[in-house]
Every structure is written in C-alpha cells, then in structure tokens.
C-alpha cells in the first residue's frame, strides 16, 4: 500500500473510475457537439446562444469540464509522478513536482470557475 | 565471425560502463546466447555473468538482447543477432552490480509486498488442503514464473517507480495467491493493492507480456486483479 495526498481521489480504483466514466462524458460531448455542427453547418449565433442558455444543454456542458478537471488532474499526476521524481531528476524533484501539481490544480480550478461563468454569462 | 558487444562494468576500475567488442567464430552452429557468453568468459575471465540451470528453468540469466529482455540460455543466436551483430546488455532499470549483473533487491522487495504464500488459518487437515481439478486449473499460467525479471525491467511504469509499483513479476504473483481455492485472505490481499501505485501504475502497455521468456501473461492478470478490486469495492 503505498499512501499519497496529491492524487485525485485516495484510492487507485477511484482514480482509474474517474478516468474511464470522465472519458466517455468527454467522447458523448464532442460527439454531441460535432454532430450538431455538422447538421447546422449554418449555424447562427442566435440559435448557437439558444442552444446552450437550455439548463439541460448547461447541465451537460459543465459535466463535461468537470470530467476535464478530473482527467487532467488524474493524467496530469501520473506524468507528473513518473518523471518528476527523486529517481529521473534528483533530490530537488519533489519541490519542483509540488510546484507543478499546485499550479496544476489551480489552473484547473480557474477553468472550472471561468467555464462556470461563461456557461451561465450566456 | 559473429561481432559481440557486451556492455562492461566493474566499479572497482571503471568511472563508467563501455561497451566492449568481441569476434565470435559460431563454426556455422545456431547455438544459445549463453553458450556465446561461456565460451568468451574462457578468453576472458573477468566477464561476469549470472547462470545456473542453462535449460530456462532457475531464471538467472535473464539479460537485454539486441534490445529484448530473455533469457541467455533458451535464446538462439537465429532469433537474436540482427545484421551479423549480437549486442547483450544487463537487464534495464536496475542498478548494475558489475557488467551483466544487477541488483535484484527492489524487484524481490515488490514480491515479498504481495505476500507470496499461502495465507489460510483455519486448522490444517490431516493430509493436505485439497483443490478440485477446476479450481487447481486457475493456477495454469500463473505458477509457471521463474522470477526471472524480463518483464518489469521491460515495464517502463516499473522503470520510473520501482519503489511504488509492484511490476508486471510481482503481479502475476499476487493474482496467484488471489485466484487460489484454498487461500482465504483475498480481501487483505486486495486492500493492500488499492492505492494509486500498487496495480494502477499498469497502463497496458504489454512489455511485459511480449518478453516473458515462459509464455505468460502478466497484463491479463493485471487486469483480473482489477476486476476483483471493482467487485469488492461495489
Ligand atoms: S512473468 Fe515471465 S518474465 Fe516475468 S518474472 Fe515471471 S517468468 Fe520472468
Ligand atoms: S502491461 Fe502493465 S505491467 Fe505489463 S509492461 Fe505494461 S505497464 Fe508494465
Ligand atoms: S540459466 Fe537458468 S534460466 Fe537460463
């Protein structure tokens, strides 16, 4: 059992869970998105703006960069803590991959929050 | 003649490891990589080497070949020298001890985490803990490894967490223990193994699987352990 505070959830299961139901949240959306723009190819921004001003349409949306928070945040960790570490780049590793991980988690957030205020600014 | 390079390092005299060249008269024979390796260290002596059983059963010499984990003794010069050229270097990802020799330590530390033995405390039968023909059946493809090390020397996730990730070896072991009828501590064993590191620094990528020297494969058994992980944590 090897304990760790920066991963996403606690567990590894819970974190390759994550992984795998954020991903087809992400595939279902861009499916959604590319289908609909392919049947409106001439989309105009009233319909466009219409579209997603729908709290359903809102719902999906924000899932969906949820499910980019989380993937990130889980993907981003375990690059992170494969070659940023004691053992590839020496001692000084774990406050650069701190540094990394803490500003990673912030740019997370700040999307969230932005994607947060677009969505419900529309 | 065959050329032979072979990677060198004896700490004691050298600031760093070379690769050495050797001329090798095969006299046309289709022999073993070990072999070739025997008869230079008569030349040379202070080529150093691990080997015991020379038939791939003890797992011992397990070296790089021409860039593929195996072992010495089971593979023929026809599937390893590529353009005329043999090249043998230790095993990647563990520390050289000197030239094909590495330390072993951190690929056992793995094993003995997944605690390789049979756990049952219940009062031990008069004559043995038998198992039916089925049961012993989900062994097959498991109990064959020799620890030989081709596999989580080729795992680049064992690569960069020796430490943390148990490897495809110590894996394949574990499941072992977890598929076995008569062992009764599987939901210790998979509590153990719940942590981001332990099985889930596996990312598929089969290394594992395309070296193993006895045929067996680790990455199913990886994910045979996933599953059980789901089923009792749902
Ligand atoms: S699984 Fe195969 S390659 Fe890995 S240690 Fe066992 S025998 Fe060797
Ligand atoms: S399948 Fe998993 S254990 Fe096997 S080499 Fe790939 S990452 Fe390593
Ligand atoms: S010498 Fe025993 S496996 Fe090769």
Redesign the pocket.
Known sequence: MVTTVTSFGRSGLSDWLVQRVSAVVMTAYLIFIVGYLLLNSDVSYQQWAGLHSGLPMRMFSLLTMLSVAAHAWIGMWSVLTDYITVRTIGPKAKAIRIFFQLGMIAMILVYLLWAVDILWGI | MLNVSIYRYNPEVDDEPYMEDFQFDTEGKDIMVLDVLEKLKIKDPTLVFRRSCREGVCGSDGVNISGKNGLACITPLSEAVKGNKLVIRPLPGLPVIRDLVIDMSQFYAQYEKIQPYMINNSPAPTIERLQSPEERSKLDGLYECILCAC??T?????WWNPDK?I??AG?LQAYRFLADSRDTATEERLARLDDPFSVF??????????VCPKGLN??KA?GHIRNMLIRSAT
């Not at chain 2, 080729?154 to 064992?158: G, H, N, V």
């Not at chain 2, 990312?203 to 594992?208: K, P």
């Open positions: 596999c989580s080729a795992c680049p996730s064992f990730f490897g495809p894996l620094r596996c990312h598929g990528i089969m290394n594992c699987v395309q680790p990455t990886i």
